[in-house]
Structure formats: structure tokens, C-alpha cells
């Protein structure tokens, strides 16, 4: 009876326990992150890149890339990959962090950790080695189609023998109408105007069941190299999720997805050339036999490639200060501190441009001292904006101001700002409107007695307003010290002679 019972109670242990387990949540899977590094010798015209693939969940939340000493951060990029096998889809997410080189060298990336979702994912570093910028790569002669470096090899396998492997002669590769561009939003510019260049894929609504992105990510650093301008300055748009819109090009409808854009300013006069870039994209054959499943597909590769693009230059009308003046369709916004202005009180005065232009370049307006004012600064404040393929914003420098003499105080006597506006093609002066008015200091007020009060108005109007030094009352103070002695001395005295 007791071995009896005590079997019962194991078991009521056991599904108790059971029960417990089945009931307790699963712990929120984190996924796993790998630290991918990009090539360690590489020119000064190229970016390093440190990626991370997270596999398994989604992502929730990660730590900032390292900061590499010589090298400055230039955007990240993000790309998501859905893999399909059978029923069973896995999506992988790789987050890549670009870093620019500021000079050639030797450079060392020590050992790092990113976390992700959580987990640490730690990379031992490595020695990064910055060489010389490398010429462009020739384009391809019109007519060939390289091969792709990448292109997985088409063999035969084990599981082809056993299941068959589909026969290239049973697909055919329809036409497509899709097309990479090269697009620049000015054929011409002068010497310091922005020209915004984007690079887009355009393809039709029936073509979207063929074509597939193939490894944008591993193409776009070399597509970002064949880009670069070293004659100009370049303000990048920050990367983006690739995402389609729909437009009308010849009265067809396209949709259009935009994979690169950025904004230059022309430094030199030299002329702006790119070369052909290519685009491998991924497509696919579908089967002659139109009683064949429609979802059986033929994976294959094709290459797009862009025309060549070229935008001249062209230097600015001669001026006396041509070297010197700010680029750009810019106003002025001016604003102080206060409305009242008196001999030797300070003021902040604010000269803001605001408008399209290379911001990061405009120099503080020109500054003529003058008379009577003392003048600080400037403190520079730069908001810039990159939005729908403009880029402008606001720069403000602020200054502070202590007249010394009273009168009108002119500002555009002071500040001026000489402005070239390429969209009229003239010269242009930004000037303040603003004519301050400087008081002389009040003098501070006399003290004025009660009018009822007769003993205070007599006393002070036969009161004595000469200027008395500062050591005046320490002096009688002395003086009387010395009287309240000799008092105490005669005091002294005659009361010893009395008690004689």
C-alpha cells in the first residue's frame, strides 16, 4: 500500500511539472549575427565597410559601428533577403556601416563588439592598408556582355542525378522592356552650383515576375567608386529602403525604383564625367510548355548598363571678388536681441542665409570695422536638409555687438555677403536692413527726499554734493580713534591728580 502510494504522488509530480514547462512562455529568440569586415587593401577612392547578417528573427535593436581612427563614417545601408526553400522562407537582414579614408596609409581597426538584439557579436579587428586612388575601370565595348565574376557555376550534383535537373532547352528568356539610367537634373553648371545626380532601374509592370535585385549591397560600393568626382564636393543623400514608384515615360508606364542619388558641388572648372555603369540583376526563364506550373522559374543573370553621362562646367562671370563669393539662391534673415540700445550695452546681432547652396563652404560675410562699436565673432550655427532630391538649409552666424558713442549705427556699413545666383546668372549682395539707434548711457538717478517730509528737503538742499574719495570714512574713523585716546589720557590724568 505505502510503495502504491508513493508511485501516485511521482506521478502527480511529473505532470505537475509537465503542466509548468507547457505553460511557461519560450524565451524571445534573438537570431543570429555575424560581423562580416569588407577588404583590408583597398585605394583611397573606396570605402571599408564592417556589416552585420542577422538570421533567424527580426531585428529588434543593435549597438553604434566603431569609429576608426583616419576614416569618417559615410552612411549605412540595409538590406533584407528572403530565402524560399519549399514552403519553409527565412529572411536575413545585413546592416553595412561605409567608412571613407581621409588619407593613404596604414591604419589599425582594433578588436570591436556590436550587439545585436542582445548578443554580442565581437570581431578580432585587423590592419587596414589605404593605397593610392585607382583609375576608373574601362567600360565595356558596346555590344558584349561580361561575364559576371560572381555567377554561380552550373554543374551536376548528386540530387541532380537522383531528381532530375531541369533541361536549359525546356525555358525560354522573354523580352524585357527594363532599363538602368544615369540621371543628372542640369546638363551644365558653373563653378560652385549643385547638380543632383541619381541612378535609377526602370522596368514595366508585366516584368516585375522576371527581374530580382542580385547582391546590391556587393554591388553598390563599386558603383559608389565609378560615381565619385574629385573636382567636386559631394553632400550624400542618406541610404534608403529601395522602394518602387510609379511614373510615365513616353506615354508607357514604368516603375521606377531609385538606387543611388547624391548632390555635387563643382569645385574647378573641369568637366564631370561618368562612365557606364553596369547592374547585374537577377533573371528569371520560364518554361515553353504552357502546361508547366507557372510558379517553375530558371534562375539566370543579366547585366543593365547605363549611358555615359557628362556635365560641363562653367566658370563665373568675371567679378573683383570671383574667387570668394558663395554659390547659390540665397536670402537673408536678420534678427537682435532687443529693441533698446544704449552707449556701452552689449546686443546680438544674427545674420542668417537660408536657401539652395554648399553651405558647408559659405564663408562669414565680409566685415568692415567701424567707429564707435566693438564687434565679437562670429559663432556659426549650420542646419542643413536633404529632401527630394534638393539639398538647403540655413546658416547663421551671430555676433555681439557694444557701441561706445550714441547715434545711428547702419548695419550694411559693417556686414556684407556677395552671392552669385546661377539660376539668373548674376551677382548679388546680401545686406542688413536693420539701423540701430544707440542712446547715451541715462546718468543714474539723484536721490529725491520725501515732499512731506520738511527736515529731509531743508538738509538736502544745503547739503554739501562735492565727491569725497573712498578712503574718507576709513580716515575719520583714525581721527577719532585718536581723540577718544587723548580724552581717556586726560581723563586719566585728572583723576590721579585728584586722589593726590
Known amino acids: 500500500m505505502i510503495r502504491l502510494q508513493a508511485i501516485v504522488c511521482f506521478l502527480l509530480v511529473v505532470l505537475a511539472t509537465g503542466s509548468r514547462a507547457q505553460t511557461t512562455p519560450p524565451a524571445k529568440d534573438a537570431g543570429q549575427a555575424v560581423v562580416t569586415l569588407g577588404r583590408t587593401e583597398f585605394p583611397i577612392n573606396e570605402y571599408f565597410t564592417i556589416s552585420f547578417t542577422l538570421r533567424g528573427a527580426a531585428l529588434d535593436r543593435y549597438s553604434a559601428f566603431p569609429d576608426i581612427e583616419g576614416f569618417k563614417k559615410s552612411g549605412k545601408l540595409n538590406t533584407t533577403t528572403t530565402r ?17 579614408a581621409y588619407e593613404e596609409g596604414e591604419f589599425e581597426l582594433p578588436p570591436f563588439t556590436i550587439t545585436v538584439n542582445g548578443n554580442p557579436v565581437r570581431s578580432p579587428g585587423t590592419t587596414l592598408e589605404v593605397g593610392p586612388q585607382q583609375a576608373a575601370t574601362t567600360p565595356p565595348a558596346a555590344g558584349t556582355t561580361p561575364t559576371p565574376s560572381n555567377q554561380p557555376l552550373q554543374g551536376i550534383g548528386l540530387l541532380d542525378e537522383l531528381f532530375g535537373k531541369p533541361k536549359p532547352d525546356a525555358y525560354v528568356e522573354p523580352k524585357d522592356h527594363a532599363f538602368l539610367a544615369l540621371v543628372a537634373d542640369k546638363s551644365s553648371v558653373y563653378v ?19 527581374l530580382d535585385f542580385y547582391n546590391f549591397a556587393g554591388q553598390l560600393p563599386g558603383i559608389m567608386q565609378q560615381l565619385q568626382q574629385r573636382s567636386a564636393w559631394e553632400e ?7 522602394t518602387p514608384e510609379t511614373i510615365t515615360v513616353d506615354g508607357k508606364k514604368y516603375l521606377r525604383y531609385r538606387l543611388y542619388e547624391t548632390q555635387l558641388y563643382t569645385l574647378t572648372t573641369e568637366t564631370l564625367r561618368f562612365p557606364v555603369i553596369s547592374l547585374q540583376m537577377v533573371k528569371y526563364k520560364i518554361p515553353k510548355d504552357p502546361v508547366t506550373d507557372p510558379a517553375d522559374r530558371l534562375e539566370g543573370y543579366k547585366t543593365y548598363f547605363t549611358d555615359p553621362l557628362t556635365i560641363s562646367v562653367k566658370p563665373l562671370p568675371p567679378h573683383p571678388l570671383r574667387d570668394g563669393v558663395a554659390v547659390g539662391r540665397y536670402q537673408l534673415r536678420e534678427s537682435i536681441d532687443r529693441t533698446t540700445f544704449q552707449v556701452g550695452q552689449t546686443f546680438t546681432y544674427t545674420f542668417s542665409v537660408e536657401g539652395e547652396g554648399n553651405l558647408a563652404t559659405l564663408a562669414a560675410p565680409m566685415l568692415r570695422p567701424q567707429p564707435g562699436v566693438e564687434l565679437y565673432g562670429p559663432d556659426i550655427q549650420q542646419d542643413l536638409t536633404r529632401q527630394s532630391g534638393r539639398v538647403g538649409g540655413r546658416k547663421r552666424f551671430t555676433y555681439r555687438m557694444v557701441p561706445r558713442r550714441p547715434g545711428l549705427l547702419p548695419l550694411d556699413s559693417m556686414l556684407t555677403l556677395i552671392c552669385f545666383n546661377p539660376v539668373t546668372a548674376r551677382y548679388d549682395t546680401l545686406r542688413p536692413q536693420l539701423v540701430i539707434s544707440v542712446q547715451d548711457a541715462p546718468r543714474k538717478a539723484a536721490f529725491r527726499p520725501r515732499p512731506d517730509d520738511p527736515f529731509y528737503t531743508e538738509a538736502l538742499q544745503t547739503a554739501d554734493n562735492t565727491l569725497q574719495p573712498l578712503d574718507a570714512y576709513r580716515d575719520v574713523r583714525r581721527y577719532t580713534n585718536v581723540v577718544l585716546l587723548l580724552l581717556l589720557g586726560v581723563a586719566g590724568y585728572g583723576w590721579w591728580r585728584g586722589r593726590s
Not at 87 to 95: F, G, P, R, Y
Not at 236 to 242: A, N, T
Open 84 to 100: 524560399t526553400v519549399g514552403d519553409q522562407s527565412s529572411i536575413e537582414l545585413t546592416i553595412t556601416q561605409r567608412y571613407a
Open 236 to 242: 550624400h543623400f542618406e541610404d534608403q529602403e529601395i
Open 192 to 210: 560652385g552650383e549643385g547638380v543632383h545626380v541619381s541612378m535609377y532601374f526602370y522596368l514595366t509592370p508585366a516584368d516585375q515576375g522576371l
